[in-house]
């Protein structure tokens, strides 16, 4: 059995600090297999934002693997935004201590694959909205294709790849394309943020379906819920989602681990 927590949105510049506790707190108390968090970790791409986020994913006592949203690409430095995007997401992924490595030699139940979804410029006044590109397609249904014979993947992105039915939307180019691909191999689920709000569906492609599944946010910036996290368990070939929901939990309970 493998039990992973899905996170994402953190937003830090406009975090909610009551929520990142509760994480930690149930990171600590669950010790789930890994935290997989999809993107936006900071608002506006700022140092110290990406500091803070540092910070917090040291305090979390498993591996962890991290994806790109559209906030941590440079906000205020265009030259840098068109020259080296990545930099600063780069230096958060590499400071991780422990970073979740499943697929391939690591484990034979389970890998996860990222799709990335984030562009630099896109040619629509709107960058923040999601692209799967060819290339970075390619890329992710190769490192599928190259996984032992059916071993089940995830795949990980920050835009939802189609509209998931929420109030925050994600208007990804080449999504649908890219669902029908994913359909045709062993993909348990496609992971996502960018909607602050979660979900948990099942898209019907022309070569079948495939389940998307979106975490919340755990930022001040919500939509239709209270902070949420996603609560993945995969056991006898079964992908489990449970959405773990801020509200109802007690002040008292939070802030042993900050
Ligand atoms: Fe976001
Ligand atoms: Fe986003």
Known sequence: MIRLFHISDLHFGRED???L???VQAVHDEAPDGVIITGDFTMRARAR???AA??????????????????????FNPAERMIDPYRRFRALESAIARPLMLGGQATDELAIVRLPTTAAAQWRLNWSKGIAGAAALARALAEIDSLPPGMPAIVTCHHPLVEAGTQGRAL???GNRA???LARRPVLAVLSGHVHDAFDLCHTTAAG????????TLSQRLRTTPPTFNDLTFADGVLSCRVCRL????????????
């Open 179 to 181: 669902l029908a691909e």
């Open 172 to 174: 990804t180019r080449g």
């Open 247 to 258: 509200d109802g939990v007690p002040a008292e309970a939070l802030g042993r681990y900050r």
């Open 49 to 51: 934002e990406f500091a």
């Open 21 to 23: 506790d509760w994480v």
């Open 54 to 75: 540092a910070r917090w994913i040291a305090a979390l006592p498993v591996p962890v693997r991290i994806d790109p949203g559209n906030h941590d690409l440079p906000y």
């Open 17 to 19: 600090t009551r929520a």
């Open 209 to 216: 379906p495939v389940r998307m599944i979106g975490a919340g």
